[in-house]
């Protein structure tokens, strides 16, 4: 696919996941950014409604522009490993959006038809018109939550969302910072209508995070554009979405999903932005996103090549799982051991699906469960990977009384069963179906082979 919806991995600990970005811990020290295609609008996420070559845009754009003002703040950014990821530093983020807008526009605008004067403490003086400039550019600081609430500088200081001193030093630095693109985009033509700036704290230091000057957090008009007719300038941004949703209202409410039409448009506004900001084309391909994602962070070593999970009934599996585990030892391979009985507490398979059928890697799962195994049909039938029954048996009584439970599976629930550990490894690795391995698993079958010839050998040997 080319959109990047939803991003999983089992072997990588996801601690937020927000309208579009999700954060990966790596360490103490540094968390990965995933920019994905998600698009959300008026607080909510729009489904089924991923954008092509959104989260490319908003992650290289971003880094851009960190470039350019890391002499006005420092900034989180480290090193960029896709084109939807980022490496940055891991700091104490500011719950504020330091909002800063030189245009009387968008949302404000619907306020201040309603009669709205006073925006976050901002006075806005009567008669103005749609898409006026304001003599000055002013702040408009709204909270850091899934309201987005306006906020007043005093109730940011008395609420302790920052001291005076920051504040003052994050006002400062996002009018220097509003200045700076306003004058870099007028040369290309474009008007840096408003936008948000979000800050943290790294080693006691305040340091710009997040996003910057891009088609989410801003609004750029055309500077030809508005100056022929300012108020029916085409936005080059998300409000262009906004736009659509107000004017398709069902029943009072807007609606959660896209057409086609409106995700194409969309994503050449994007593009678009994307190029008259950098002078340069966002790479498109016809590579599958996670694909591509899957090879980048196996190339920087945060991912292994693949994953096998063993699923136990209980704990009492462990000893059994180990010896599975012990038969994967030679191959490089991301293996995990996880408790959970299809019975008691089924309902955690839920939990399973929802990383392991959307994971970039390839995953296979390995069921232990003895006497009625429910276990190795439950995953089967919650998850798209491969399944593999290796029943903990006790010895022959046991197989025999209990085989049927793994053997026999429902529709659609295609779970194999294998009996002996060391097999079930294998079937795991081999269902992996990954280069590296099929070679590797090669060089054991010739081995193989070449034993048994040796051996045959060495026996007609004796003979004579």
Same mark, same amino acid.
């Given at each position: 696919m080319k959109t990047l919806e939803k991003f999983e991995s089992p072997q990588l600990k996801k601690i937020h996941a927000g309208k579009v970005r999700d954060s990966i811990r790596i360490n103490d020290k540094k968390r990965m950014i995933v920019v994905t295609d998600r698009i959300s609008a008026f607080n909510k996420n729009l489904k089924n409604s991923a954008i092509p070559y959104k989260g490319a845009v908003l992650n290289n754009l971003t880094n851009f522009w960190f470039e350019k003002t890391k002499d006005i703040i420092p900034n989180h950014f480290i090193e960029q490993i896709d084109d939807n990821i980022s490496i940055v530093k891991e700091c104490q983020p500011i719950k504020v959006e330091m909002i800063v807008r030189a245009y009387l526009t968008g949302s404000m605008w619907r306020g201040y038809q309603n009669g709205q004067r006073i925006f976050s403490g901002a006075e806005v003086l009567d008669g103005l018109s749609s898409n006026q400039k304001f003599p000055e550019p002013i702040l408009t600081p709204t909270t850091k939550d899934e309201f987005?609430?306006?906020?007043?500088?005093? +109730?940011?200081?008395?609420?302790? #969302?920052? =001291?005076? !001193?920051?504040?003052?030093?994050?006002?400062?630095?996002? @009018?220097? /910072?509003?200045?700076?693109?306003?004058?870099?985009? +007028?040369?290309?033509?474009?008007? #840096?209508? =408003?936008? !948000?700036?979000?800050?943290?704290?790294?080693?006691?230091? @305040?340091? /710009?995070?997040?996003?910057?000057?891009?088609?989410?957090?801003?609004?750029?008009?055309?500077?030809? =554009?508005?100056?022929?007719?300012?108020?029916?300038?085409?936005?080059?941004?998300?409000?262009?979405?906004?736009?659509?949703?107000?004017?398709?209202?069902?029943?009072?409410?807007?609606p959660d999903v896209l057409p086609p039409e409106v995700i194409e448009e969309t994503s050449k506004r994007y593009k678009e932005i994307y190029k008259d900001i950098t002078g340069k084309e966002i790479t498109e391909t016809n590579i599958d996103v996670s694909t591509r994602i899957y090879y980048n962070l196996q190339n920087v070593g945060y991912i292994k090549a693949g994953y096998i999970a063993m699923i136990m009934g209980s704990k009492s599996d462990l000893k059994h799982a180990e010896k599975i585990k012990s038969h994967l030892e030679k191959f490089d391979v991301k293996t995990e051991m996880r408790i959970i009985s299809a019975h008691k507490n089924?309902?955690?398979?839920?939990?399973?699906?929802?990383?392991?059928?959307?994971?970039?890697?390839?995953?296979?799962?390995?069921?232990?469960?003895?006497?009625?195994?429910?276990?190795?049909?439950?995953?089967?039938?919650?998850?798209?990977?491969p399944v593999i029954n290796c029943p903990p048996f006790t010895g022959k009584d046991d197989i025999m009384l209990n085989i049927n439970s793994s053997l026999i599976m429902p529709s659609n629930t295609p779970a194999v069963t294998v009996v002996h550990p060391d097999n079930a490894a294998l079937a795991a690795i081999r269902s992996l179906n990954i280069p590296q391995f099929k070679q590797q698993m090669t060089k054991d079958i010739q081995a193989m082979k070449e034993e048994l010839i040796k051996d045959d050998g060495e026996i007609r040997n004796l003979e004579l």
């Open positions: 987005d609430s306006e906020i007043t500088e005093a +109730e940011i200081i008395k609420t302790g #969302l920052a =001291d005076e !001193k920051t504040y003052k030093k994050m006002k400062e630095i996002s @009018l220097k /910072l509003f200045k700076f693109g306003s004058d870099f985009l +007028e040369e290309k033509g474009i008007i #840096l209508v =408003d936008t !948000k700036y979000e800050f943290g704290i790294y080693d006691g230091k @305040l340091i /710009l995070i997040d996003e910057m000057h891009t088609p989410d957090s801003s609004r750029f008009w055309k500077k030809e =554009d508005y100056d022929k007719s300012p108020q029916d300038v085409v936005q080059a941004d998300k409000e262009f979405v906004r736009q659509w949703m107000l004017k398709n209202k069902i029943k009072g409410k807007t089924g309902e955690r398979l839920n939990e399973l699906a929802e990383v392991y059928n959307f994971a970039i890697e390839p995953i296979s799962v390995i069921a232990i469960a003895g006497r009625s195994n429910g276990l190795g049909g439950a995953l089967a039938a919650n998850l798209n990977v």
